[in-house]
Structures are given as C-alpha cells and as structure tokens.
C-alpha cells in the first residue's frame, strides 16, 4: 500500500468501516480479506477452495459475492455512507483458484456513484461488475 493510501485507511473512521467488512459474517464464511481500501477504492481477495461448483470450477455466486465485497467497501471507505442500488456482473471465464477483486468509483453525481469491479485469478479477468450505490448519509466532519 502506498503511503498516501495509508494516510486515507489510517484514519480511524476507515478502519472501524474496513474491521467491520473483515469481521462480517459473511466476509469470514467466503473467506475474503480487503487488502487495501479508501475512499473510492477497494481490493479484496478470496481463497476459493471449497467454493466449486459440480462443474470443478468457483461457484458464480462465490465470485459475485467477491465483487460485491469489493464494491461495498470502495463505496463506504470514504467519510459518507453508501448502499447499492444496483448491480450486474458478467462472467468472462472459470475460474479455480484465488481470486482477487479490484473496485475502483468511475463515476460521482455527488448523490449517486458507479463503480467498476475486475475480478482476476492471477492477471486472468474472471468477471466485470458494475454497481451504483446511492448516497444515505452526509460527510463526517
């Protein structure tokens, strides 16, 4: 992580948000761990083991779980609070092992905001997400 992401992550806002989305239930059964977040922004990676599906590749629902991790986080990482309002994934190939899934905000109204979500085993696109989220809360001060 650089250090102006750490600045960003460092601030105990962040961190609180970014404990609660490691700590989450869900996050702890799929085993998926944010590598690095702010505002904005979000990496997380899931060891897939256990995750096949009949056909021995990672369950689609495993994957879309990953990305709407990832874009949670990048969405909530920031001083105003989020929700999704929408979401759609495609799935570009199988996927068997790690994965990793990289969101990044490409598009602010000051109310709404698109995010983009790559999903990736090794340098390999499994999957493309997009999410819009709708703003609930004001910036903290």
């Given at each position: 992580?650089?250090?102006?992401?750490?600045?960003?992550?460092?601030?105990?806002?962040?961190?609180?948000?970014?404990?609660?989305?490691?700590?989450?239930?869900?996050?702890?059964?799929?085993?998926?761990?944010?590598?690095?977040?702010?505002?904005?922004?979000?990496?997380?990676?899931?060891?897939?083991?256990?995750?096949?599906?009949?056909?021995?590749?990672?369950?689609?629902?495993?994957?879309?779980?990953?990305?709407?991790?990832?874009?949670?986080?990048?969405?909530?990482?920031?001083?105003?609070?989020?929700?999704?309002?929408?979401?759609?994934?495609?799935?570009?190939?199988?996927?068997?092992?790690?994965?990793v899934a990289i969101a990044h905000r490409v598009?602010?109204?000051?109310?709404?905001?698109?995010?983009?979500?790559?999903?990736?085993?090794?340098?390999?696109?499994?999957?493309?997400?997009?999410?819009?989220?709708?703003?609930?809360?004001?910036?903290?001060?």
């Open positions: 992580m650089s250090a102006d992401h750490q600045t960003d992550y460092g601030r105990p806002l962040e961190i609180g948000r970014i404990s609660a989305f490691n700590h989450s239930e869900f996050a702890q059964l799929l085993g998926m761990k944010i590598t690095e977040a702010y505002d904005g922004y979000a990496r997380v990676i899931m060891d897939c083991s256990g995750k096949n599906n009949p056909g021995s590749v990672v369950h689609g629902g495993a994957i879309f779980a990953l990305a709407d991790q990832a874009f949670g986080i990048a969405a909530n990482s920031g001083a105003v609070t989020h929700v999704a309002v929408s979401s759609h994934i495609q799935y570009i190939a199988p996927a068997t092992g790690s994965l598009a602010d109204n000051g109310r709404y905001s698109v995010f983009r979500v790559m999903v990736y085993e090794e340098e390999r696109i499994i999957a493309e997400f997009d999410g819009v989220a709708i703003q609930i809360s004001t910036p903290h001060q």
